[in-house]
């Protein structure tokens, strides 16, 4: 079960960071009473100033990873894969230390699937191009037009730019620049990734053994519970799929959801399915996940949970240097990065995230008091994440919550590692 009280560990921090978050929750107490003693009046957000935004996407729509063992296969023509003009903006990907780009397995295994029409499975295509480009243009609006916050044109010192080392990853990078500075650029773009082997923006099940071995046989255990197995077999039954093909839910939803923005022409059978088959596919990957394995979770998105709360806490110290800190950060991931952490901040609305979403958070200080607050935003809309009462939440009390999953590189290595390490113990 998850812990309901986080007790003493939810400031263990270690060093700089220790000391930052009992100041801030120092701070917070005292300015709650300060509230309390005036009449708990609410907070006035003409007063606050934006310091800094956090942006956690998925890639724009693509081809599928896996084409159902079907005669009358949907065509993906190439031309589906023509860059817009608008969406071109030169730029170079390095790895996290500034080295060379790393190989990328992933796009190698996709190059291996050819779909009829002759595109490659997992590839980014003109409408996902489109998508990104119309999400940079949404996010220049809010933080160029709206609030101006950051320069119109790119600026290296303002954003840092991480995505996972996928080519429509980087490709929906490049669209969403090109929408938020309209293509205009004071210095180089520099996209950083890193190896497949140590990625931590989505739930890697290579490189975390623990977390292999608890989710090992998930997902076919998931297609026999009872409701998703009566559902699947009527699915694959109308599609004339037999039943050892390997073909669940999140295959199906795969599918149907990238013909479907494309407007290709489904099979008659998953276009009658279609709401059964998103609903099925999140029951599959909430049983995989199983939300009351804290630990799961935490190895699942607490990485990316530390490199955001890290983020918060320099822009919150005085002592941090300047070129330090970055207005914008951008992290290009993945659906299953977005719905561990959907699940862990409390938000995840039990739909599949879409192409192109993005999770937004937003940090705020107050002219005045000089507190600090937390605001989060998906698919554009204010969010209430756990243990907050209101969309603007004090930025303590959303650390609080968080300290439940969020875990340390230190952390993370160990409890990735805890299992083997017992296994390997007992000498089994």
């Known amino acids: 079960m998850l812990t309901g009280v986080l007790g003493a560990r939810v400031w263990a921090r270690v060093g700089v960071l220790t000391s930052l978050a009992y100041c801030l929750h120092q701070r917070r107490v005292a300015l709650a009473e300060m509230r309390g003693a005036a009449g708990g009046h609410p907070v006035d957000r003409g007063l606050l100033e934006l310091k800094m935004v956090q942006v956690v996407f998925r890639h724009g729509a693509r081809s599928p990873l896996k084409p159902l063992p079907q005669e009358e296969q949907v065509e993906w023509n190439p031309r589906l894969l023509e860059v817009p003009p608008q969406t071109q903006f030169d730029y170079t990907v390095t790895s996290l230390s500034g080295g060379p780009k790393p190989d990328s397995p992933f796009d190698s295994q996709d190059r291996e699937t050819t779909l009829k029409g002759g595109v490659f499975s997992g590839q980014l295509t003109n409408v996902g191009m489109q998508q990104m480009f119309a999400l940079g243009e949404r996010l220049r609006k809010n933080y160029v037009e709206d609030i101006p916050f950051l320069s119109p044109v790119f600026n290296p010192p303002e954003v840092f730019v991480r995505s996972t080392n996928i080519f429509r990853n980087l490709e929906s990078t490049r669209c969403l620049l090109a929408g938020l500075f309209q293509r205009q650029k004071e210095g180089p773009i520099v996209i950083h990734t890193d190896e497949a082997s140590s990625e931590v923006l989505y739930p890697n099940y290579q490189n975390c053994w623990s977390l292999r071995q608890r989710i090992r046989g998930r997902r076919q255990a998931a297609a026999l519970q009872p409701g998703i197995s009566e559902d699947l077999k009527a699915v694959k039954e109308g599609m004339g799929i037999g039943s050892g093909d390997g073909v669940d839910f999140l295959v199906l939803l795969d599918n ?37 394995d804290r630990e799961s979770l935490q190895m699942a998105i607490g990485p990316i949970l530390h490199m955001l709360e890290s983020n918060l806490l320099k822009a919150m110290d005085p002592d941090t240097p300047p070129g330090k800190i970055r207005k914008l950060y951008l992290y290009a991931t993945h659906d299953v990065t977005l719905i561990p952490l959907l699940v862990a901040l409390g938000i995840f609305d039990h739909k599949w995230p879409p192409f192109a979403v993005d999770l937004t958070v937003e ?19 204010e969010q209430v994440p756990r243990g907050c009462s209101e969309g603007l939440c004090p930025l303590d009390k959303f650390l609080n919550a968080m300290s439940v999953y969020t875990l340390s590189p230190e952390k993370y290595h160990t409890l990735c590692s805890q299992a083997q390490m017992m296994e390997l113990g007992s000498g089994e």
């Open 256 to 292: 149907v959801a990238a013909e479907q923005v494309h407007s290709l022409p489904s099979c008659p059978v998953l276009k009658r399915f279609v709401q059964t088959i998103e609903q099925r596919a999140v029951d599959t990957a909430l049983y995989i996940l199983q939300r009351e």
């Open 363 to 381: 940090l705020y200080q107050h002219r005045d008091s000089k507190e600090w607050f937390v605001r989060l935003c998906y698919h554009g809309e």
